[in-house]
Nanobody
C-alpha cells in the first residue's frame, strides 16, 4: 500500500518562495505521473502541476495557467520524491496543497485519474 506525505508548506509574504516536497513510501511510483493540486476554502480542488512517469521519454509537464512561469514541478526517482518549487507567490496561491499519484504514466489535470493522495500541506501567502 503506497503512501504520500507532503511537507514544506508554511506562511510567507507575497513575492517569496516555497518548495513543497512529496515523499512516497510503501511502493514505487516511478512509472506513475505525479501531480500537485490545491484547494482553497470554498473552492474546488484544482490541478497546479503534473509530471510524467520516468518511462515517458523526454518527460512531460503540465501547469495551470495561473502558475506558469512561477512554479516548477520536478521529481527525484532515486528518492521517490516529487517537488513543487513555488516562486513569486501571491495571496491567491493560498490553499492546501496535495500531492497525488496517477494510475497512468501521462500527466493529467483530471482528479479521478489519480488514485493515491497525500494529506495536504497548508500554504498561506500574506499580502
Amino acid at each position: 500500500q503506497g503512501q504520500l506525505v507532503e511537507s514544506g508548506g508554511g506562511l510567507v509574504q507575497a513575492g517569496e518562495s516555497l518548495r513543497l516536497s512529496c515523499a512516497a513510501s510503501g511502493r514505487t511510483f516511478s512509472n506513475a505521473a505525479m501531480g500537485w493540486f490545491r484547494q482553497a476554502p470554498g473552492k474546488e480542488r484544482e490541478v497546479v502541476a503534473a509530471i510524467s512517469g520516468i518511462g515517458w521519454i523526454g518527460g512531460r509537464t503540465i501547469y495551470a495557467d495561473s502558475v506558469k512561469g512561477r512554479f516548477t514541478i520536478s521529481r527525484d526517482s532515486a528518492k521517490n520524491t516529487v517537488y513543487l518549487q513555488m516562486n513569486s507567490l501571491k495571496p491567491d496561491d493560498t490553499a492546501v496543497y496535495y500531492c497525488a499519484a496517477n494510475k497512468a504514466i501521462v500527466p493529467s489535470a483530471t482528479l479521478h485519474t489519480y488514485n493515491y493522495w497525500g494529506q495536504g500541506t497548508q500554504v498561506t501567502v500574506s499580502s
